[in-house]
């Protein structure tokens, strides 16, 4: 870059042969501190390679919690029709030997072995025992 600089001296006629501007160089002044713009760029994508393993690793995360989850907690189904949750905690699997226990009626069996329709069950062991009567320690198979 050159500046011109203007001589404010008077002249003569026999002084024509001297140049009445002057041309004066001068270092730029940078019109931007600080880091280059390759370096910025650098930096911007090292900070979005950043962002992007960190939202992988909350997704991961995320995954691995959903599947550690039961099955149940979704709505699961067993084989037998019965949801999850009420063939995993009290209902009699078909064909297991269950002690009667004082207090127990034939529908309460009927009930434990299958609690959304105990009235299926309630004639299948009728059909199983000949009777609709059970006794404290009566040992009952369930069909």
Known sequence: MAAVQQLEESWSEDDIHAPFLRIVTSTPTPLRTGPTLAERRARRSRMLARRRRTLVGLALIAGIIILSIPGHAFG???????????????VIASGTQ?????????MTIARMVNPINPAQAF???????????????????IP
Request: hydrophobic letters at 35%; charged letters at 10%.
């Open 98 to 106: 269950y002690v009667v226990q004082p207090g127990d009626t034939l």
């Open 76 to 90: 699961g189904i067993t084989g037998s029709g019965l949801p999850t949750d009420l063939a995993s905690s009290s």
């Open 123 to 141: 004639h299948a062991l009728t059909d199983e025992l000949g009777s609709s009567v059970v006794v404290a320690g009566e040992h009952v198979v």
